[in-house]
T-cell receptor, first 114, second 115 residues
Framework: NAGVTQTPKFQVLKTGQSMTLQCAQD?????MSWYRQDPGMGLRLIHY???????DQGEVPNGYNVSRSTTEDFPLRLLSAAPSQTSVYFC?????????????FGNGTRLTVT | DQQVKQNSPSLSVQEGRISILNCDYT??????FLWYKKYPAEGPTFLIS?????DKNEDGRFTVFLNKSAKHLSLHIVPSQPGDSAVYFC??????????????FGQGTTLQVKP
């Protein structure tokens, strides 16, 4: 039972480069989301999706794009990386966020932008 | 604008004693409150939750208390064990239109339980 799988685990980018953080879940969850964790800031919601084809912005969406073409996958795209995007990124999924279903998190991607 | 706040960055307690982690919130529309626990190099894991219509929920050594008038909740761990040493995040659910919703987290409190 893989749960939520994030790749890569670590990534170093130069300013201006683009990349995609991958997230896949095998629990048939409708709800998926991306968070970033920064010291003193906790976990902040970037984007979320309540099903294939439906996405919405969270608290800190600027600089990130998402799409949801399948139930299983929810990639996060950085179009032009900036040092302020240095962070640990977590993908999470659940059956329904509005029904008190707990989120299942991946183990994170640590991104450094130089 | 931090809607969920954990004002204590860290807490240290002795093994066997009670740990009390606090959380304040500003949005009276929050419907559920949850606590997550996070070990280094791992993702957060769900610990316990409480509905906004209740004031207490208990699960083994973990109890969450909710005071809606004060917009405050707390997590009690009794007795504390060294394996409880982790970062604890308070979170709250807010619903949007069309059956959407999102989970808003606090900054986290690092708990250290000393043997």
């Amino acid at each position: 039972n893989a749960g939520v799988t994030q790749t890569p685990k670590f990534q170093v980018l130069k300013t201006g480069q683009s990349m995609t953080l991958q997230c896949a879940q095998d629990m048939n969850h409708e709800y998926m989301s991306w968070y970033r964790q920064d010291p003193g800031m906790g976990l902040r919601l970037i984007h979320y999706s309540v099903g294939a084809g439906i996405t919405d912005q969270g608290e800190v969406p600027n600089g990130y794009n998402v799409s949801r073409s399948t139930t299983e996958d929810f990639p996060l795209r950085l179009l032009s990386a900036a040092p302020s995007q240095t962070s640990v990124y977590f993908c999470a999924s659940s059956t329904q966020v509005f029904n008190n279903s707990p989120l299942h998190f991946g183990n994170g991607t640590r991104l450094t932008v130089t | 604008d931090q809607q969920v706040k954990q004002n204590s960055p860290s807490l240290s307690v002795q093994e066997g004693r009670i740990s009390i982690l606090n959380c304040d919130y500003t949005n009276s529309m929050f419907d559920y409150f949850l606590w997550y626990k996070k070990y280094p190099a791992e993702g957060p894991t769900f610990l316990i939750s409480i509905s906004s219509i209740k004031d207490k929920n208990e699960d083994g050594r973990f109890t969450v208390f909710l005071n809606k008038s004060a917009k405050h909740l707390s997590l009690h761990i009794v007795p504390s064990q060294p394996g409880d040493s982790a970062v604890y995040f308070c979170a709250a659910t807010v619903y949007g239109s069309g059956n959407t919703g999102k989970l808003i987290f606090g900054q986290g409190t690092t708990l250290q339980v000393k043997p």
